[in-house]
Structure formats: structure tokens, C-alpha cells
């Protein structure tokens, strides 16, 4: 089948290939899983990110899919054969087909195509229990997004919107201001233009619920961390810092569970579950919400175009393969 995978050990890399082997499911083996024919899968930073040496645990790459149910594990008892369903893949999701957690997957709804299902789950998922679960936002709140203008970035704007956040602050390049006005920014601090950024610090100590920080350690040596502490609430509602990356440091903090109370890392791989997806689709479909989709096809042009505009972190959305016609 066709499927992006990580290969090489001396010079590891991430190649696409269209002889990988389909993934061997069974009721009895995998009792708590489904085989799902995969339609659309999104990627993210970490795809390229993880040492391409996981090939040894995940040769398939990715985490976001949508698809139709082919099999059932026997233990399954909230999704069927034929279902539409999105979600993060056990063992990859950029292939033909893949075998998903029964936990790690939800229904489609029917508003949603197969591709804008599959930008959901690591973006938005991760955005919901930062900004609902994580910060507790809502009508009274303030918000600081960093690094508004991508993929983890846009998801967050959507949802701070959808969550009537009234004040929602985006930090990206004045060239985003427009989009990510569109998509729920109420002011726009233009990161490129150093007296702009300055004065917005040193006008907002201590202002916002939550900063959500999808901008630190994204590959070009940012580090938002000091300033964004500095712009949370220290009252007895205390304001909280959500970072998706950090140096090494601080992620043995969070492994050892040596983090401050007010910041959070959240980890990919262990955020994905049934109720938080369905939150996701049934708070995008109240606010007629839908995520940007930058549509590649799943061959050696679209791989390479795909993944290059990924690394460049000039995506404005989601990019998404599109792996397979129903």
C-alpha cells in the first residue's frame, strides 16, 4: 500500500513509499481496535520533528486520519463496520490503511468532508484542552495566542471565538493580520516589528486568563516563555500557560512532573480521546466553524510539497493528504 514512512538508520529520513506492507488486523488480536480505510490524514510539526529512528516502534508517519471502518476488534461496541470516523492512528496515519484505538476515535459528523475531519484531531483536540480544560476560558476571559497564524495556531483562534472569548491577541507577521482577524483575533501584535512587540509586554502584565504558545522552540530559536509568564493573571484565578514545545529542560520538567502549576506542555500521543474529539466537532458545528485545508495529493510531488511547505512554517492551515477516493 501506498504510506509516508521514516527509513534509514546510518541517514534516517521520511520517504514515501508504495510497496509498505498493509497492517495484519483481527478481531481477536486487536480487540479494543478497528482497521479504518483511510481518506484524509493531516500533518503536523512533530511528524518531522520525532528521530526518524521510531521506525522501529511506528514505521508509518503521522497521527491525524479520517476514513470508513473496514474491521472491528471484539471488544469494539461503539463503532461499526462503514462508520466515518476521524482521530489519531495507533501506528501512523499517513497510509492506505491503519488500525486506530477505539478510544482514540470519534464519528465524523456530517458537516465535515473527510479532509477537514482529519485537520481535527492533534490541532484541534490539543486547543480545546489547552484553552477550555487547561485555562478555563470563556466570556470573561482574555487570551494571548503566539504563533497565531499556522495550523496549532488558527485551531486556537477558532476556538477561543467559539468559547466567546472576548479579547483574543494574536502574535504573528502584520502579512497574517487579516487572517487571523477572520478567525477570531480582536488585536493583532506584528512580531517582526520590535517596538510593536516591546510595547505590547510592557502594557500587559499580568492581563490574560491564557496564553496559548504554539510559537516556542517551532525551529527558528523562539522562546516566548519569560514574556508569556509575565502577561498571566497572578490573582487566585490564576492565568496559565500553555506551550506546545520547550527545550529539553523543560521537558523533563513535565516528565517528572517538576512543572509550575500555571504551565502546561501537552503531549500528542496522550491527549487524543472519544469525548474531547466529539467537544471538538460539536463546538465547530454550533459556531459554523471549519479549519483551513491545504489539500496534497498522496504521491511523491505531494509528499515532498507537503512536508517542505510544513518545514518552511508558513502554512496558513492545515496540510492534508488526500490519501483515498470512497
Not at 498493509?22 to 481496535?33: G, Y
Request: proline fraction near 5%.
Amino acid at each position: 500500500m501506498k504510506a509516508i514512512i521514516r527509513s534509514g538508520y546510518l541517514k534516517p529520513s521520511l520517504d514515501f513509499s508504495s510497496f509498505h506492507p498493509e497492517p495484519t488486523f483481527s478481531a481477536s488480536t486487536h480487540p479494543d481496535h478497528v482497521l479504518v480505510k483511510v481518506l484524509a490524514a493531516a500533518i503536523n510539526p512533530i511528524d518531522y520533528k520525532i528521530k526518524p529512528i521510531a521506525k522501529l516502534a511506528f514505521p508509518v508517519v503521522g497521527f491525524d486520519l479520517a476514513g470508513i471502518v473496514e474491521q472491528i476488534g471484539a471488544n469494539v461496541t461503539s463503532l461499526k463496520v462503514g462508520d466515518e470516523v476521524f482521530g489519531q492512528g495507533a501506528e501512523g496515519s499517513l497510509a492506505e490503511h491503519v488500525i486506530a484505538k477505539e478510544s482514540c476515535l470519534a464519528k465524523k459528523v456530517s458537516g465535515f468532508s473527510f479532509a477537514e475531519a482529519a485537520a481535527l484531531p492533534v490541532a484541534y483536540a490539543v486547543g480545546y484542552q489547552g484553552l477550555k480544560d487547561t485555562c478555563n476560558v470563556g466570556p470573561e476571559s482574555e487570551v494571548l495566542i503566539i504563533g497565531a497564524s499556522g495550523g496549532c495556531g488558527i485551531a486556537a483562534l477558532q476556538i477561543a471565538r467559539a468559547l466567546k472569548v472576548p479579547r483574543i491577541v494574536a502574535i504573528c507577521s502584520g502579512t497574517s493580520d487579516e487572517l487571523v482577524r477572520t478567525h477570531g483575533a480582536t488585536e493583532v501584535v506584528d512580531y517582526t516589528k520590535s517596538d510593536e512587540l516591546k510595547a505590547f509586554w510592557k502594557a500587559n502584565p499580568g492581563k490574560f486568563d491564557g496564553v496559548y504558545d504554539a510559537a516556542t522552540s517551532s525551529g527558528g530559536g523562539e522562546d516566548y516563555s519569560e514574556k508569556a509568564l509575565s502577561v498571566l493573571k497572578m490573582t487566585e484565578k490564576e492565568g496559565m500557560y500553555v506551550q506546545l514545545n520547550g527545550k529539553g529542560s523543560l521537558w523533563l520538567k513535565k516528565f517528572t512532573g517538576m512543572l509550575p502549576k500555571n504551565r502546561s506542555m501537552p503531549l500528542v500521543s496522550h491527549s487524543m480521546n472519544t469525548k474531547t474529539l466529539e467537544a471538538v466537532s460539536t463546538l465547530l458545528t454550533e459556531t459554523s466553524t471549519k479549519p483551513i485545508v491545504i489539500p496534497m495529493s498522496f504521491d511523491k510531488t505531494g509528499f515532498k510539497e507537503g512536508f517542505d511547505l510544513l518545514r518552511s512554517r508558513r502554512a496558513k492551515g492545515k496540510v492534508i493528504f488526500e490519501i483515498s477516493n470512497n
